[in-house]
């Protein structure tokens, strides 16, 4: 089964992006078609970008780059969960992203944003450097308007019969192995 790393990106506390990123985990159990890791960005603490050599050179030396790299290595494809914060996606996600270099190329991303507008500014900046690694994108991304007004009692996020049916989408292609999705 094909791994789908499902990158949280807010590190803030009280932040909601964690239960958007549930909401995502949930559907792809659900589903069973994929393993999930779950790489929360303010559980991984990364430092700021420390690595003495670019990351093009593949010269990775520090402890948790090379944890970082194995576990981005191991992932077949990404969904990435994220807010907008001042018109574009948060410094920990650029940080995260920064880190490495090969383990992200060729591989295919979706994008989950969320903020208080239906337009998302985000998506397109988040876009253009995945774009910069080398990622291959999802045919859809998916912008979840005021999550905060879509939560049950429980805090669970209900998701419109319209981001449910994305979602699925977005899943679909993201489940797929590498020779299914070139053969698709
Ligand atoms: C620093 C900062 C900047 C923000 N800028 C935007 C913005 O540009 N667009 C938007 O829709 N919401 C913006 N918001 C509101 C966020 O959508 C809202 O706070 C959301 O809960 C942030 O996600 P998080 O709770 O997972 O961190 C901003 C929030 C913060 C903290």
């Known amino acids: 089964m094909p791994t789908l790393m499902v990158i949280v990106a807010s590190t803030r506390q009280a932040r909601i992006g964690r239960t958007v990123a549930d909401w995502v985990v949930a559907t792809a159990h659900q589903r069973g078609d994929v393993e999930i890791d779950v790489a929360d960005l303010q559980e991984l603490d990364l430092p700021f970008f420390d690595e003495a050599h670019p990351p093009m050179m593949g010269k990775y030396e520090l402890p948790h780059t090379l944890a970082w790299a194995e576990r981005v290595a191991a992932a077949d494809a990404f969904l990435i969960v994220s807010p907008e914060y001042n ?18 190329k060729g591989k295919l991303a979706g994008i989950v944003g969320y903020g208080a507008y ?67």
């Open 87 to 104: 018109g574009s996606f948060p410094g920990s996600l650029k940080n995260a992203l920064d880190f490495l270099k090969a383990e992200w």
């Open 118 to 184: 239906p337009e998302s500014r985000m998506i397109g900046q988040l876009g253009f450097v995945l774009g910069n690694l080398g990622l291959e994108r999802t045919s859809i991304d998916l912008q979840v308007e005021t999550p905060w007004s879509l939560l049950a009692e429980d805090g669970a996020l209900v998701a419109t019969p319209e981001l449910a049916a994305e979602l699925q989408t977005m899943l679909d292609e993201l489940s797929l192995r590498e020779d299914e999705r070139v053969a698709a």
